[in-house]
C-alpha cells in the first residue's frame, strides 16, 4: 500500500463548549478518490478546512507528505486583488508554471474568457473560476468542497470526465449522489465527531451505513439490558457482598457514564407538504407558446399539457430560460406568442433559486410566522414556532437569529418550512436540492413521492430527477425545448445524449435539420368527424356527475375522520371506507372520460 499523502489522526475541535470532532481520521494515499460524506453540522467542511490546514485542531496529528502539493476548494472564493479571472486562476500556479497553457484552457473549457472583472461574476461563473484556479496546477491533493454547487449540467458533467483524467487523489464533499458514484472510490463517513472508513464508493455507502446504524442499535438495547440487571442486583444483593463486589459496582457507573455520554444520531427534518383542495384534471395546457428576450428566442414554438398528479422535470444550462419557462406555464408570466392555458383551483407553493423570498434581516421565528406571533399555520392548524422549526432541525436559540446568518443548508430547510405549511395542490421547485444534506434529500424525495398535487421541478441533481420525475422537459437550444417520457436517465437513452451547452445544442439542431428528410406531400383530408349524440351528452353531463361525486367524497371523507367511528361502530367504519373508496374510482373514472371527450372536442373543433 502506498504512503500516505495527507493523514489526519484522532482529530478532536470544540465549538461554543460543544464536541464537533473527537477522534476523526483522513488517510489519503496518491491518487486515491475519498468521499466524504456526513450529514449537515457534522463538520465535514470544517475536517476539510483542517486537512488544508486553514483551521487548527484542538487535538490529534496532521501529516501532509514534504513536497506534496494540495489544492483547496472553498465554497466563497475570494476574489479580491485580482483585476481579471485569467489573473486570479494564474495565481493558484505553482512556482515555476506561469507559462502553462492550463488556466486558459481550463477557462475556456468552463466557458469563460479570462477576461472577466472577478467581483462582478454570478455564483456559477465564480465557482468555475474557482475550480481552474484549483485543477490548473494538478496537485497531489485536491479538496473538494461541494463542486457541483452552482454549476449546470454540462458543466457538471464536464467537470466529471476532467477530474476522471486527472492524476490528483480527490477527497470530496458534495449532495450530488450520480457525481459521487463517478468518482469515489473509498467512503470516510463522518458522524457524531468521529470517522469510519470504507473501502468502496459512494455506491455502497448507504447500505453499509444503515447496517452501520442498525449494529448500534441493537448494542445499545443489549447496554440498557445490561444495566437494568445490574441496577437490581445493586438493589437486592449488594449489602451482603459490598467488599467483594467493589468493582462490579465501578463498573455498573461506567455503564451509567456511557449511555449519558453517547452521542445518538441527530433527528431527521419531517418533512410534510400541507395538501390543498384538489385542482382540475388539467393544470396547465401550453400551445405553440415563444418568448423573446433582445430578440433572441428563450421559448420558441413550445406546447405541452400538464395534468394533475404529474411531475415533470425541467433540465438545461444555466441562461436556457427554464425559469422562464416554468412562469409561463404558471400563469406568471405571459407568452408573446401562443396561448397557456391554466387549469382550475390551483393552489401554488413556489421554491426559488436563490431563495429571494426570504428576507435576510429578518428573524428565522418571523420568517415562519409571517412576522409577528409565536404561531405557524400549518395548513388549518397552529403550530408553536418552536416546535415547527425543531421538524427542521433548528434550535430553539436560533429563533432570533437573522435570516442572513443562516448556511446554505439551513436557508435551504427554511425555504422548504415555509412552502410545505402553506396548502397546495402544485408545488413549484427551482433547485430544491441545492445545499441540502443527502438524508434530507432523501426524506424531500419520499414527501414529494406521496405528494398528491402536481411538481415542476427545476434541478441539475440527475439522480434527484431520475427518483422524482416521470417526464424531462429539455432545452435544445435556440429556444426549442423537447419533452420526454420518464426520467434523467430515460431522457439520455432517448435523446441519445445529456444536456448540452448553447453552442452544442445549436450544432446538434443544424445537423438534425440537415438531415432531414424532404417534407411529404400532404394528404388529402378525410371528411371531418363530428361529435356522436352519446358523446355530446356525456360532456354536458360529467360536470354535474363529478360535483354530485366530490360532494359525497366530502361526506364520506367526514364520517371516517370521527375519532369515535371506529371504537363505536366498526361495521359502520368498514362500510364509509368502502364506499368512500368507490366514490374516488367512480370520480377519477369520470374525470378521465370528460378530458378524454374535451380534448376531442377541442381536436374536432366542435
Known amino acids: 500500500m502506498a504512503p500516505a499523502l495527507l493523514h489526519l489522526q484522532n482529530i478532536s475541535l470544540t465549538f ?59 465554497q466563497e472564493p475570494d476574489f479580491s486583488g485580482f483585476a481579471t479571472v485569467l489573473a486570479y486562476v494564474q495565481a493558484g500556479l505553482d512556482a515555476g508554471d506561469e507559462d502553462s497553457y492550463r488556466p486558459q484552457y481550463l477557462l475556456n473549457e468552463l466557458g469563460l474568457t479570462g477576461e472577466e472583472n472577478p467581483m462582478q461574476l454570478s455564483g456559477g461563473e465564480a465557482r468555475r473560476a474557482a475550480l481552474a484556479r484549483v ?73 453499509w451505513r444503515d447496517k452501520v446504524l442498525e449494529e448500534e442499535e441493537i448494542e445499545r438495547h443489549k447496554l440498557d439490558r445490561k444495566i437494568v440487571a445490574e441496577e437490581h442486583w445493586v438493589r437486592y444483593g449488594v449489602t451482603a457482598r459490598r467488599k ?19 452521542r445518538k444520531q441527530t433527528g431527521l427534518v419531517k418533512l410534510a407538504a400541507t395538501e390543498g383542495e384538489i385542482s382540475g384534471k388539467l393544470v396547465a395546457e401550453a400551445k405553440n407558446i415563444s418568448k423573446y428576450y433582445d430578440n433572441r428566442a428563450i421559448v420558441k414554438n413550445f406546447s405541452t399539457r400538464i395534468l394533475r398528479g404529474d411531475r415533470i422535470g425541467i433540465v438545461g444550462p444555466n441562461g436556457a430560460g427554464k425559469t422562464t419557462l416554468i412562469s409561463m406555464l404558471t400563469g406568471l408570466l405571459q407568452p408573446d406568442e401562443g396561448e397557456v392555458r391554466i387549469g382550475t383551483n390551483l ?21 415562519l410566522t409571517g412576522g409577528g406571533g409565536d404561531t405557524v399555520q400549518v395548513g388549518d392548524q397552529k403550530r408553536h414556532v418552536m416546535s415547527y422549526m425543531k421538524d427542521f432541525l433548528f434550535q430553539t436559540e436560533q429563533a432570533g437569529s437573522p435570516v442572513g446568518r443562516l448556511s446554505g443548508g439551513e436557508r435551504g430547510r427554511l425555504g422548504l418550512a415555509i412552502i410545505l405549511a402553506a396548502p397546495s395542490n402544485l408545488m413549484v421547485l427551482d433547485e430544491p436540492t441545492n445545499d441540502l444534506d ?14 398528491q398535487g402536481t411538481v415542476l421541478l427545476i434541478s441539475h441533481d440527475r439522480d434527484f430527477l431520475d427518483r422524482t420525475v416521470d417526464s424531462v422537459i429539455v432545452a435544445e437550444g435556440e429556444g426549442l425545448w423537447s ?30 435539420k440537415a438531415a432531414s428528410p424532404p417534407p411529404a406531400p400532404e394528404p388529402v383530408a378525410a371528411p371531418k368527424r363530428k361529435l356522436s349524440f352519446k358523446e355530446k351528452h356525456a360532456l354536458d353531463t360529467l360536470p354535474q356527475r363529478m360535483a354530485k361525486l366530490e ?56
Open 244 to 262: 467483594r463486589n467493589v468493582k462490579r459496582m465501578a463498573l455498573l457507573g461506567d455503564m451509567r457514564q456511557s449511555v449519558r455520554e453517547q
Open 347 to 367: 393552489q401554488i407553493a413556489t421554491l426559488d433559486q436563490k431563495r429571494a423570498s426570504l428576507d435576510d434581516n429578518m428573524s428565522l421565528r418571523d420568517a
Open 551 to 606: 360532494g359525497e367524497i366530502k361526506r364520506l371523507t367526514g364520517v371516517i375522520n370521527d375519532p369515535k367511528l371506529y371504537g363505536k361502530d366498526p361495521a359502520a367504519f368498514d362500510l364509509a371506507s368502502r364506499q368512500l373508496t368507490k366514490a374516488q374510482g367512480e370520480l377519477r373514472t369520470a374525470e378521465e372520460e370528460w378530458l378524454e371527450l374535451e380534448m376531442l372536442r377541442e381536436e374536432l373543433g366542435a
Open 135 to 207: 485543477m490548473a496546477p494538478e496537485p497531489d491533493i485536491l479538496l473538494l468542497d461541494e463542486p457541483t454547487n452552482h454549476l449546470d449540467l454540462p458543466a457538471i458533467e464536464w467537470l466529471e470526465n476532467e477530474l476522471n483524467s486527472m492524476r490528483s487523489a480527490l477527497v470530496i464533499i458534495s449532495h450530488d449522489r450520480r457525481f459521487l458514484e463517478r468518482l469515489s472510490r473509498i467512503t470516510c463517513w463522518l458522524d457524531r465527531g468521529i470517522s469510519r472508513r470504507l473501502e468502496q464508493g459512494f455506491d455502497a455507502f448507504e447500505t
Open 438 to 451: 443527502l438524508e434530507t434529500l432523501d426524506l424531500l424525495q419520499e414527501m414529494l413521492g406521496e405528494y
Open 483 to 512: 419533452e420526454y417520457p420518464g426520467g434523467y436517465s430515460d431522457m439520455l437513452v432517448q435523446r441519445g445524449a445529456g444536456v448540452e451547452s448553447f453552442t452544442s445544442g445549436k450544432m446538434k439542431a443544424e445537423a438534425q
Open 16 to 74: 461554543g463548549g460543544t464536541p464537533l470532532l473527537s477522534g476523526a481520521e483522513l488517510s489519503v494515499a496518491p491518487r486515491e478518490r475519498v468521499c466524504l460524506i456526513g450529514r449537515n453540522g457534522s463538520g465535514k467542511s470544517t475536517l476539510l478546512k483542517i486537512a488544508a490546514g486553514m483551521i487548527e485542531a484542538d487535538g490529534g496529528t496532521r501529516f501532509v507528505q514534504p513536497g506534496a502539493t494540495m489544492r483547496y476548494l472553498p
